[in-house]
Structure formats: C-alpha cells, structure tokens
C-alpha cells in the first residue's frame, strides 16, 4: 500500500557531508509526521530528526547544528542534510512517516527499508 525508499547513503571521511532522501509512495491520502531514526550495530533504534506536516522540526542533540531535516509534501518526500558527519553517525538511517491512505481518516505507521551511512576517521 505504501512504499518509503530511501537513498543517499554511502561511505564518507569525518568531516564531510551527505544528504539522505525518503520518498513516499503508494495509495496516500496525506502524511503527518515524518521522521529520520538511526540503528547503530549493538544499539537501539534511535530518533535523529523530526517534522511535522506544518514544517516543525525536532532534533536529538547529538546532531543539532550538523543535521536539517526538510520535506516535500507535494512530493511525499523528506530529506536529511548531515554535515560535519562523526564517526558515531556510523548507522543505519530509516525513514519512518505517518501515512493517511486514501479511504481511511487515522494514520498507519511505514518504515523504510533502511540505507547504510559509515562515516571513517
């Protein structure tokens, strides 16, 4: 019913900078919050950014000031801009939304398949 793929991840030095994506698609009404989350191997999945479908934005403080969270809602599309990467943002990054399909008045909860980011020292 709805797909969320994301695409951007890859290897970079520390320092350096990628840009995550997440686009939606499938029978979609409208969506709600979206959101970036992370799993790092041995970790727990962990919230790295927010945003709501007015554009408000939340962030975990490790990556305040080095990650924007943006959206696209006339393209189902969300987006994560990660400067100065850390080694410690080594993860997998999942895109996760709040998805209304046409037909229905509540949200369901999809994730992404997950794409890996490795950031070396």
């Known amino acids: 019913q709805v797909q969320l793929v994301e695409s951007g991840g890859g290897l970079v030095q520390a320092g350096g900078s990628l840009r995550l994506s997440c686009a939606a698609s499938g029978s979609i009404f409208s969506i709600n919050a979206m959101g970036w989350y992370r799993q790092a191997p041995g970790k727990q999945r962990e919230l790295v950014a927010g945003?709501?479908?007015?554009?408000?934005?939340n962030y975990a403080d490790s990556v305040k000031g080095r990650f924007t969270i943006s959206r696209d809602n006339a393209k189902n599309t969300m987006y994560l801009q990660m400067n100065s990467l850390k080694p410690e943002d080594t993860a997998v990054y999942y895109c996760n939304a709040e998805v209304i399909l046409i037909g229905l008045d509540y949200s369901q909860t999809y994730w992404g398949q997950g794409t890996q980011v490795t950031v070396s020292s």
């Open positions: 945003i709501t479908s007015g554009g408000r934005t």
